[in-house]
């Protein structure tokens, strides 16, 4: 099973940009998805997350510009972000608990990280 993320990049501050992470291989089923972010310097910071049922969360520095969402047929969780701030200038990981066959666990699973920078 992989997680591969896309959308990433840079984007001037109150401009927007969209994540896409899927997992691909060996899917059952998946749990909860979630983003996370590490800033330079920082520690890693979960921003979002999204249960089976579509039930959500967010960071309180997020909320009201970000939306998570996933398409559960795709195997794919998105990130909206809306009026960027150059504090949300990070690496984005993308996170997720996947069964890879109804006999299995549920493991958890990390993308390779998309960097998402914000100017001034």
């Known amino acids: 099973v992989q997680l591969v993320e896309s959308g990433g990049g840079l984007v001037q501050a109150g401009g927007s940009l969209r994540l896409s992470c899927t997992a691909s291989?060996?899917?059952?089923?998946?749990?909860?998805m979630a983003w996370h972010r590490q800033a330079s310097g920082k520690q890693r910071e979960l921003v979002a997350h999204?249960?089976?049922?579509?039930?959500?969360g967010y960071t309180d520095s997020v909320k009201g510009r970000f939306t998570i969402s996933r398409d559960n047929a795709k195997n794919t969780v998105y990130l909206q972000m809306n009026s960027l701030e150059p504090e949300d200038t990070a690496v984005y990981y993308c996170?997720?608990?996947?069964?890879?066959?109804?006999?299995?666990?549920?493991?958890?699973?990390w993308g390779q990280g998309t960097q998402v920078t914000v100017s001034s």
């Open positions: 999204i249960t089976t049922s579509g039930t959500t």
């Open positions: 291989g060996s899917v059952f089923s998946i749990n909860t």
């Open positions: 996170y997720a608990q996947i069964r890879d066959s109804v006999v299995a666990p549920i493991r958890n699973y």
